[in-house]
């Protein structure tokens, strides 16, 4: 189950929660708010008055060691700042086995004071990514679910919504979480291509992934030399193409153009792809991926092709 859409009724009944604090309480939260960098990114465009008002919303939660603050699978309820202890963050890939039995999966992450998690089901209507369990007692402090909507998700990142969305799309990243959705749509870059132009050329080595936002594009194919001919043309948005080149460098098997209209084009390079999730070769499922089975296996037949994915860093 996922969390529910903030309803019209939910938004015009909603007044900001006010939880009475001491001012160290307040100076903390204000001092985790203004150095985390996760919190940056997600309170960054609040000002002064708004973020005293988030501040004010939020209420403690005292956690006993071996308490489980996140179950994967579950809907949303709050957001958590961490005041002290020590969290371990858990996600489980197998998702039929979350329901069958408590398994809670692999340790990914380790936060502390000063860290935040629990926002990405509160930020994409979805069920929790991961499992959070407190391996030392400590404090936390909530905003609730629709304050957080209400306060802190606006249309700026909407646009950052749009293209995990069209992510999701990419039968090729559908075993990505959330998280790592998200972490990919931070490192995607936006190009504008005049109609008629090259946009990748057959033969050549791929670097780059591409998704059309808008405009159209023609994917070409020539044989031999011969003339090219029309293998696909991209219409809708969120159709992508080039996507063997994030797993691969072998050529690319066709040109692509812009087409009458142009194109806007989202593109994700093969270097910060790696970069932000270690190869994508480690966690595919080639099984899932007839289409895409002959590159994986020639690439994993390669030496030195798998670089170990760099450890999970916690926050
Ligand atoms: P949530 O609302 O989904 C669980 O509830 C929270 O764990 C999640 O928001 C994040 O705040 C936090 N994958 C998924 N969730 C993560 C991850 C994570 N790290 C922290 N959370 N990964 C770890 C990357 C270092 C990806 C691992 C496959």
């Known amino acids: 189950m996922s969390a529910q859409e903030i309803s019209n009724s939910e938004m015009s009944n909603w007044k900001k929660p006010v939880h009475e604090k001491s001012n160290g309480s307040k100076e903390l939260l204000r001092g985790i708010i203004s150095s985390n960098q996760k919190l940056q990114v997600l309170f960054g465009h609040l000002d002064p008055n708004q973020i005293d008002d988030v501040i004010m919303a939020m209420f403690p939660r005292d956690i006993k060691q071996g308490e489980r603050v996140i179950k994967q699978g579950e809907s949303g309820d709050n957001f958590w700042i961490v005041e002290s202890g020590k969290f371990d963050i858990f996600v489980n890939r197998n998702k039929a086995a979350i329901s069958e039995n408590d398994a809670v999966g692999d340790k990914v992450a380790s936060c502390e004071s000063g860290a935040c998690f629990g926002e990405l089901a509160l930020m994409y209507n979805a069920p929790r990514a991961a499992t959070v369990t407190a391996t030392q007692s400590g404090r936390v402090w909530g905003l609730d679910a629709t304050s957080f909507k209400m306060m802190v998700v606006t249309t700026e990142n909407s646009k950052k919504k749009k293209y995990e969305a069209f992510l999701e799309r990419v039968p090729l990243l559908k075993e990505l979480n959330q998280y790592e959705r998200a972490a990919l749509s931070d490192v995607i870059d936006v190009a504008k291509f005049k109609p008629g132009e090259m946009i990748m050329k057959q033969g050549d080595a791929g670097h780059f992934f591409y998704i059309l936002e808008s405009g159209d594009a023609r994917a070409m194919i020539s044989d031999n030399g011969k003339p090219e001919v029309e293998a696909k043309h991209y219409t809708s948005s969120g159709d992508y193409f080039g996507e063997l080149a994030l797993l691969s460098t ?65 926050e």
């Open 250 to 314: 072998s050529p690319r098997k066709a040109s692509v153009y812009a087409g009458d209209q142009g194109c806007a084009l989202l593109s994700i390079s093969k270097e910060k792809f790696d970069r932000v999730l270690g190869p994508i070769k480690h966690r595919l499922n080639v099984e899932n991926y007839p289409d895409y089975a002959e590159i994986i296996h020639a690439e994993k037949a390669k030496p030195d092709s798998i670089v170990e994915p760099t450890s999970p860093v916690s």
